[in-house]
């Protein structure tokens, strides 16, 4: 049994990851300052873990709970772009500034290795598909860039301090839990409670983008694998289904399972938002063994019946 310290573990990623954590019997801490996490995302479980409400841009407050931690899993941040456009000098504090101090106290406590959750925002608009790690990375928001940026903080901290470190490109994040009342959150928690509500799903641009859209236990799984993986330290990963949708193949898949024939409504493209993106997880089954365990018509019917059974949509 191990001890894992996860950052912004109350959030959407982050619950999922507790939970399976504690379902293998480990020994968990939680560092989050719910701005965008909830504590209510976590009270099945919150007898079994330590749970501690601290910020990532105060060093001080979060360097004492990374004592005795083996892993660190670094899931906390503004993870949006749209919010990073409107206000980049928080989106910068939080994901760069909040991950160099996540990285310091890591090192300090003698972590024996941090996975990072980097973003698949990092190759922007790049035409090579699928996208493969070896790809120059190409940020379009400031979201992008402090991701990028995080990775390379990581690689860093592992040349220079010896801290193992993973940089998993997390690919479009969808399932359970995704907050649908945030005006930054991802168009899959937006859609869905759209349908339920009786209102008509709004697309940005022409609904032709694509997304390999990745259900959350498999970013769980390979972020788990990653933390132990003995060939992953110092890598940069991608983790996603190897698969892309658009966004109006979408809504025909949403129109099956609920029964329904909706037209979305089209609004005008998103400033910093890619046009399409599909992963290569080559890497990812080379170095974590991982295989996409849920796909993603299966993962849209867990997610559907999530939020009826949760009441999350009213």
Same mark, same amino acid.
């Given at each position: 049994m191990a001890t894992y310290l996860v950052t912004g573990g109350a959030g959407f990623i982050g619950s999922h990851m507790v939970e399976e954590l504690v379902r293998r019997g480990e020994t968990v801490r939680v560092l989050d300052n719910l701005a !965008?996490?909830?504590?209510?995302? $976590?009270?099945?479980?919150? +007898?079994? *873990?330590?749970?501690?409400?601290?910020?990532?841009?105060? $060093?001080?407050?979060? /360097?004492?709970?990374f004592t005795d931690a083996q892993y660190a899993i670094h899931l906390a941040a503004l993870p949006s772009v749209a919010r990073s456009v409107d206000d980049p000098l928080t989106a910068n504090e939080v994901n760069l500034t909040g991950t160099l101090n996540v990285l310091l106290a890591a090192r300090d406590a003698g972590v024996k290795r941090l996975v990072f959750a980097a973003s698949a925002a990092a190759y922007g608009d790049n035409p090579t598909m699928p996208r493969v790690e070896t790809l120059t990375p190409d940020p379009l928001s400031p979201y992008a860039l402090a991701k990028v940026a995080g990775?390379?903080? =990581?690689?860093?901290? !592992? %040349?220079?301090?010896?801290?193992? !470190? @993973?940089? $998993?490109?997390?690919?479009? *994040? #969808? +399932?359970?839990?995704?907050?649908?009342?945030?005006?930054? !959150?991802?168009?899959? /928690?937006?859609?869905?409670?759209?349908?339920?509500?009786?209102? &008509?799903? @709004?697309? #940005?641009?022409?609904?032709?983008? /694509?997304?390999? #859209? %990745?259900? @959350?236990?498999?970013?769980?799984?390979? &972020?788990?694998?990653? =933390? &132990?993986?003995?060939?992953?330290?110092?890598?940069? *990963?991608? @983790?996603?289904?190897?698969r892309s949708y658009t966004l109006n193949q979408t809504i025909a898949i949403l129109n099956h399972i609920f029964g329904q024939n909706v037209e979305p409504r089209y609004g005008p493209p998103r400033q910093g938002d890619a046009r399409h993106s599909l992963a290569d997880i080559s890497l990812a089954r080379q170095v974590l063994g991982y295989e996409p365990l849920v796909g993603f018509e299966e993962g849209l019917r867990r997610t559907v019946e999530w939020f009826r059974a949760e009441g999350a949509i009213g």
């Open positions: !965008t996490g909830k504590a209510a995302n $976590l009270a099945r479980i919150a +007898g079994r *873990i330590d749970f501690q409400v601290a910020d990532i841009r105060d $060093l001080g407050a979060i /360097s004492p709970h990775e390379y903080y =990581c690689r860093v901290f !592992t %040349t220079i301090y010896g801290l193992e !470190t @993973v940089a $998993l490109r997390f690919f479009n *994040i #969808f +399932g359970p839990r995704q907050n649908p009342d945030s005006p930054y !959150t991802g168009v899959l /928690s937006k859609f869905v409670p759209a349908y339920e509500r009786g209102n &008509t799903p @709004v697309i #940005f641009g022409d609904g032709e983008q /694509s997304r390999d #859209f %990745t259900y @959350v236990d498999n970013v769980v799984d390979a &972020t788990l694998r990653a =933390c &132990t993986a003995p060939a992953a330290a110092g890598k940069v *990963i991608n @983790v996603g289904v190897g």
